[in-house]
């Protein structure tokens, strides 16, 4: 308990820090501010791309999920790897690349696209997983009862799986809500781009602070509206059905344009800005490229995603241990509380621990804990997420009967436990990897002096119009994020040979 009231409140620091800043201004100087015309923009901006784009990544990911794994298409393992691999086109590098081809897409359905294109395998991969968990027979039972795929789906399937959807859901609203490169290159201006804003040009902390509060506002209402869809019934249980797969729906006539549908899913999220990025990194390469500075970021940001990975996954551990073992408002209250900083902009997060750290551990300002600490608070999520999804399959009682049997506390989370979870574990680490390589604001004002990793540099030419130096870096970013890729793909695809 002590541990998860410890991350918890390692977690609240950039909230508290909101607050405080935000009292500064006083309440009259504060309404004034949320009255402007401009915030109203920014709210109707922020809330209307939060909504479509949680919509579309999520029937983008549940639909490419059930195609996979609920029918006949050909080839599914290669559709599989395709439907995975945006998660290794960060959102900016996705935004360079279509800005830099057209600037048509600078526009709300421009952005709700490209956000859409980034973030729905963050639905896919759960509901993937889910799928292949669940028991055929259940739809099979409802398919002789005489209930089309239709009915099937929503009466039977989509509850089954609702709490790996909901899961992804959620963390596609809260990487809305913290976007800023990809938006900010698409010129689409919401709440979290006006809080760059104003910390670069006006210096205004306060009044930025107070737009960080109606983002944790924003995310509040998600994680209520999660807790309140998730419910509380019980999941587990001993063994995972049947160890058959499904038998796949024939598509029939429905195959050429399946199949067309993907193929043009796949080409929209991978071959136009991969496509982009090889010209530019053609006009690039051929105006010079410093080697040893490329080398030099690929070090730092490698090293700074296994840390985060190893440190962040570890940390999520004894969260949902308690959420789901000792469930109650308290360690509800500890859960939901590592959710709202994942909805403040990595710059908020990064001035809550510089201020602390000044103030009360100076030793740590500049440092590579500091930097850790920040990644752990903005990514923690996804790693709680993930552990969480594969602990609530985990019986109780299998644990119950290990300790009647004589296995002391850590044995039986060393030999029961620990096996049943790892898989879990494993995609939190490799979540938070990628997340880690990919961050840009946070790692700007956190990282030590001298450590420069592939995101900055590639934003500090991108940002400039200068797309083909930045070309090389977003290249490497691509390629180190393949591994994670990769393992997650293997990973919610075994999901379901887990007993």
Not at 28 to 45: K, V
Not at 176 to 194: I, S
Request: hydrophobic content about 55%; charged content about 10%.
């Amino acid at each position: 308990m002590l541990v998860g009231l410890a991350i918890a409140a390692l977690s609240l620091v950039p909230l508290g820090y909101v607050i405080w800043t935000t009292a500064e201004l006083g309440r009259d100087e504060a309404a004034e501010f949320l009255w402007r015309p401009r915030i109203g923009e920014l709210l109707w901006n922020t809330t209307r791309l939060l909504v479509v784009g949680v919509l579309t990544s999520t029937v983008v990911g549940v639909a490419g999920a059930w195609i996979v794994e609920r029918t006949d298409v050909p080839g599914r393992g290669w559709w599989h790897g395709l439907l995975c691999a945006p998660l290794a086109v960060p959102a900016f590098v996705n935004g360079y690349g279509w800005v830099s081809t057209t600037h048509a897409v600078q526009s709300y359905w421009g952005a709700v696209m490209v956000v859409t294109l980034s973030y729905y395998p963050l639905v896919y991969l759960p509901t993937v997983a889910a799928l292949r968990r669940l028991d055929p027979s259940v739809e099979e039972v409802a398919t002789a009862l005489g209930k089309g795929v239709g009915a099937v789906f929503l009466r039977v399937t989509l509850p089954a799986i609702s709490p790996a959807v909901l899961g992804g859901a959620l963390l596609v609203g809260l990487h809305l809500l913290a976007e800023y490169g990809a938006l900010q290159l698409l010129n689409y201006p919401t709440l979290t781009t006006a809080i760059l804003q104003q910390y670069a040009t006006v210096f205004n902390g306060p009044a930025a602070t107070l737009l960080a509060l109606v983002l944790v506002t924003f995310c509040l209402l998600l994680l209520g509206l999660e807790l309140l869809l998730r419910g509380r019934r019980p999941r587990a249980r001993v063994g995972a059905g049947t160890s058959r797969t499904a038998t796949p729906l024939r598509l029939g006539r429905l195959r050429p344009a399946v199949v067309g549908g993907l193929a043009g899913l796949a080409v929209w999220s991978l071959g136009v800005p991969l496509a982009a990025l090889v010209r530019w990194l053609a006009r690039g390469t051929s105006a010079g490229l410093d080697t040893a500075e490329l080398t030099s970021a690929i070090w730092s940001t490698l090293s700074l995603a296994l840390l985060a990975g190893v440190v962040t996954t570890a940390a999520a551990v004894p969260v949902v241990w308690l959420t789901v073992r000792h469930r109650g408002l308290l360690t509800t209250a500890i859960e939901r509380s590592v959710y709202t900083a994942s909805a403040l902009p990595g710059i908020v997060i990064a001035l809550a621990l510089v201020t602390v750290s000044i103030r009360s551990v100076p030793w740590m300002y500049q440092t590579l804990a500091l930097l850790v600490a920040g990644y752990l608070i903005l990514f923690l999520p996804r790693a709680v997420v993930s552990v969480r999804a594969t602990f609530e399959l985990v019986p109780p009682g299998l644990e119950d009967v290990a300790r009647n049997l004589g296995c002391s506390g850590p044995g039986v989370a060393a030999r029961v436990t620990l096996p049943l979870v790892l898989p879990g574990m494993a995609t939190a680490a490799a979540l938070v990897a990628l997340a880690t390589s990919t961050e840009l604001t946070a790692t700007l004002l956190l990282a030590p002096l001298g450590t420069d990793t592939l995101a900055t540099e590639f934003w500090s030419d991108a940002s400039s119009i200068a797309y083909g130096a930045a070309a090389p870096y977003a290249l490497a970013l691509i390629v180190l994020s393949v591994p994670s890729t990769w393992l997650l793909a293997r990973l919610s695809m075994r999901s379901g040979e887990a007993t």
